[in-house]
């Protein structure tokens, strides 16, 4: 079989990327938010998904039921800054088609523009340097999700071994002193969950949150983002919520679990692969473990950010 167009990571004004999240950038930068709005962000591999289906649950599960059973989520709450490949056509390898079809690339800024909801939900795992000023100028609502780094990095190298528009992942012990060094689409972890946390000291619409609070206290996590938000859901409503996000019904969910996007290789690694706190335990080596905590220490300095690597 023919291996598949990978892309390559470039340095993009300090930043790791790849050409994927960078090729729409003037579209991306001069992008016009809404009051309304709200950006969901994360580091890769965060828990971004689940968030975003909770928060569109909590806002249109009522409003329009039919969204859960048709739309795809990422259509629902599409992806600032990707450029995606489109569909490709039936019995062609969707990873092979990047090339020949980027003429007629799908833009996340296209996909916001047909929202027709209010508010408008946006993902993005932009660092926070990168997103476009009308977000600030117009004060929206951020919720930020972050997950411990030995969970993360698990999760971002089974993701780049399944996902075309990512580099080729090579192999495990690289890939951990590659996420060490930054060297990651959207760069550094150490960056992005530090620099996010120092915006929430001065921008109080920014709700910082935890993979691991969220995995261990589900529904408090659910009323502390809804007092953010400014919703009051009903006990009924929120059982529901917590019902349709529960791993199991996502990875079923076809509209939820990124098995409609056909850059991703499921048979590789699933979207949702095990949607557990500590599963770094099966991938790092005891020195693995020594360095990278070492290496932790020195990067982290801030005693307030505080990340659990179980629970
Ligand atoms: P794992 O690879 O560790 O399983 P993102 O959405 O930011 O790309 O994050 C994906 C990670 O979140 C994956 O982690 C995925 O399984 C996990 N995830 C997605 N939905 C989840 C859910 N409902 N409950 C727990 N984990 C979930």
Known sequence: MELPTRP?????????MVKYFTDNWENIQNFEARPDDILINSY???GTTWVCYMLDLLYFSNMCPERQTFVPLHERVPFLEISSPPRPKANENPIHSV?????TV?????????????????????PVQFVPKSFWEQRCRFVYVARNPKDSVVSYYHFGRMNGIHPEVGDWSTFLQDFMEGKM????WYEHVNSWWEK?????NLHYMFYEDLSENFGRETDRLCSF???SPSAEEKEKVRAAVMFDNMKQDKMANSSTIQIMNHEVSPFMRKGKVADWKNHFTVSQNEHFDKDYKQKMKNPELRFRTEI
């Not at 390559?8 to 790791?16: K, Q, R, Y």
């Not at 996340?108 to 946006?122: A, E, F, K, V």
């Not at 929430?200 to 109080?204: A, C, G, I, L, N």
């Open 8 to 16: 390559t990571l470039f340095d993009f004004h300090g930043v790791s």
């Open 44 to 46: 890769p591999k965060a």
């Open 99 to 103: 090339k020949e079809n980027w003429n």
């Open 106 to 126: 799908k833009k996340g800024t296209d996909l916001i523009d047909q929202l027709s909801t209010s508010p408008r939900l946006i993902k993005s795992h932009l």
């Open 185 to 188: 689409v959207f760069g550094s």
């Open 200 to 204: 929430k000291q001065t921008y109080s």
């Open 229 to 231: 938000l400014g919703l």
